[in-house]
């Protein structure tokens, strides 16, 4: 079965960066769409960087210029770059990926509705 597997997560002060994986197994990232979502308790989990199967990138606009989604795929992994952080970025961050092909990440790459495979989640905590 499909698994995705996130670490990277840890605590920062604002400012600085971190990088999130998400090692996939029994999937082909260049087939599918993929993404970054996260959520704090109480809310709803907010998609914040999606890749097509053909590379293309969708961002949230509350991290646009400061995250950076990309993939190793030969080595099926998504990574997630956090630069200047703040604590508004103080999450749970999840990997999420499609199960039918996706080769464009269309406009509704960072909706949850989209995505079937998700891992577990690792945490992200920013202070100021």
């Known amino acids: 079965q499909v698994q995705l597997v996130e670490s990277g997560g840890g605590s920062v002060q604002a400012g600085g960066s971190l990088r999130l994986s998400c090692v996939t197994s029994r999937y082909t990232i260049t087939r599918h769409c993929m993404a970054w979502f996260r959520q704090v308790p109480g809310k709803e989990r907010e998609g914040v960087a999606a890749?097509?199967?053909?590379?293309?990138?969708r961002y949230a606009d509350t991290v646009k210029g400061r995250f950076t989604i990309s993939r190793d795929n030969a080595a099926n992994t998504l990574y997630l770059q956090m630069n200047s952080l703040n604590p508004e970025d103080t999450s749970t961050y999840y990997c999420?990926?499609?199960?039918?092909?996706?080769?464009?990440?269309?406009?509704?790459?960072?909706?949850?509705?989209?995505?079937?495979?998700w891992g577990q989640g690792t945490q992200v905590a920013v202070s100021s």
């Open positions: 890749v097509g199967g053909a590379g293309d990138t």
């Open positions: 999420a990926g499609t199960r039918g092909h996706c080769p464009v990440a269309g406009s509704d790459a960072l909706e949850k509705y989209i995505y079937d495979y």
